[in-house]
């Protein structure tokens, strides 16, 4: 009930131009159906594992987002019918995509992830690794993929000008490629900050327990 009303109210602000991606992690198939039931079909997963039992205990017409760091051993069990996968950050792993999608005679859509935050965290590309591998011949072999935008997290912090400056950092670097490379999605914005995102670009945003209510991690 409560999801439910969550989704349209959340719903009914967005701008026409915003994807809202549900972020569904931990929460159970019979509280994703609630979310499901009032005609939202897009979730994302950050575990692998969790979003391939949810792909087959739930409708076929959802799009799946995986939204977390992927291993590359673990590609294979996505492959059919991942959406977009959201923080890919290196030729290698966009190989083993392209290397899976294959088998399944699909194209896989990815954004790139790039490093905005202040903290230390371990993935993401700087925009310098994302320009020289936009720019690979490489990539362009890779039939059965195609990067068609950036992600970004902002440092978790109540700093709004910090997480301003974060945001509009990748929005200059999306903007600053994305006539030459195609790309149409900029993936930025979660419960906390997606205000701030979509008010410096963001036409994506990955919200969870805004939507869901608090995670509780046993
Ligand atoms: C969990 C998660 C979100 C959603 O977080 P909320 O604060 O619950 O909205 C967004 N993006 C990524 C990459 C996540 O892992």
Redesign the pocket.
């Known amino acids: 009930m409560k999801i439910a009303e969550n989704i349209h109210r959340f719903k009914g602000t967005l701008p026409g131009h915003v994807t809202l991606v549900a972020?569904s992690?931990t929460k159970s198939v019979e509280e994703i159906m609630e979310a499901y039931h009032t005609g939202h079909k897009i979730f994302?997963e950050?575990k692998i594992q969790e979003m391939v039992s949810k792909w087959e205990a739930m409708p076929k017409d959802i799009e799946w987002h995986m939204?977390?760091h992927v291993q590359t051993n673990k590609v294979k069990y996505m492959a059919e019918f991942v959406s977009l996968i959201?923080?890919v950050d290196s030729l290698k792993l966009l190989k083993e995509i392209n290397k899976q999608a294959a088998k399944h005679n699909r194209v896989i859509d990815c954004l790139l992830q790039i490093k905005i935050a202040e903290e230390d965290s371990k993935y993401g590309l700087s925009e310098e690794a994302a320009e020289s591998l936009l720019q690979m011949d490489e990539l362009r072999e890779l039939e059965h993929v195609k990067i068609v935008g950036l992600m970004g997290?902002a440092t978790f912090t109540d700093n709004e000008m910090q997480i301003s400056e974060e945001f509009n950092t990748l929005k200059n670097f999306y903007d600053k490629h994305k006539a030459a490379y195609q790309l149409h999605t900029l993936s930025m914005g979660?419960?906390?900050d997606y205000s701030l995102a979509m008010a410096h670009g963001s036409n994506m945003i990955?919200?969870?327990?805004?939507l869901f209510g608090a995670?509780n991690y046993s």
């Open positions: 972020v992690k994302g950050n939204i977390g959201h923080a997290m979660m419960s906390g990955r919200v969870g327990s805004a995670r």
